[in-house]
């Protein structure tokens, strides 16, 4: 046995360690400050420009991933459009932008954020049937998958609704003066986006995310 192998631990079985969770600080605002250190400073405009675009645009989502941050647009995770940090560090300084499309196997280089919008209005809806298409899945065990789920919701409010957002969902957002009504009809939403019954739309699990001006109204 050589020396390595001996001062190697034994692997353990999955034991508790393995699923503690750790909340990582980097600084407000997270999105652009993690940005910058994972990419460097150079490449913070080019981020905070398709923070911009993307933030709360329905079906986009943002992660961070072994390396660095992914854009990415689809349902319970999937990613049929992504976008990462540009291969050409001159992109970030030019303002170019790539997005792959995983349906076409295509990468499309585009100019600006501008020309970005362009591309998404015109081919988002390709997957408009996409979380129906996923049925299959999320009606496993009576529909327990869809229910246990946890779709997020963000919510805020514009002075007298509040307005919640699907950002794991293409569609558009829902208003409501009542935040319960709110939530009901979210949970409807989620329930005819996969074309299952009404009747399990109040089992479905939300992770309701309130900003500050939501926040305050529920306090008034």
Not at 21 to 48: C, F, M, N, R
Request: glycine fraction near 8%.
């Amino acid at each position: 046995m050589t020396e390595d192998a001996e001062s190697t631990p034994p692997s353990r079985p999955h034991g508790p360690a393995w699923d503690v969770e750790v909340t990582i600080d980097v600084g407000t605002p997270t999105y652009v400050t993690l940005a910058e250190q994972l990419h460097g400073w150079e490449s913070k405009v080019w981020w905070e420009n398709l923070g911009d675009l993307l933030g709360g645009r329905p079906g986009w989502h943002c992660e961070f991933t072994s390396e660095g941050l992914l854009w990415s647009f689809g349902p319970l995770g999937s990613s049929l459009f992504n976008l990462s940090a540009p291969e050409n560090p001159d992109d970030y300084s030019s303002g170019v932008y790539e997005v792959f499309d995983y349906e076409a196997d295509t990468t499309h280089r585009l100019a600006s954020t501008a020309d970005l919008l362009t591309w998404l209005e015109g081919n988002e809806h390709r997957h408009v049937d996409y979380v129906r298409r996923m049925k299959g899945l999320a009606s496993e065990f009576d529909w327990r998958v869809l229910k246990n789920l946890g779709v997020e919701l963000r919510v805020t409010h514009d002075g007298s609704s509040y307005i919640g957002t699907f950002p794991s969902l293409p569609f558009e957002s829902a208003m409501e003066t009542d935040f319960s009504t709110l939530l009901t009809h979210a949970r409807q939403a989620v329930a005819r986006a996969h074309d299952a019954p009404e009747a399990i739309a109040a089992d479905i699990d939300l992770v309701v995310r309130l900003d500050p001006r939501a926040s305050a109204a529920l306090s008034t």
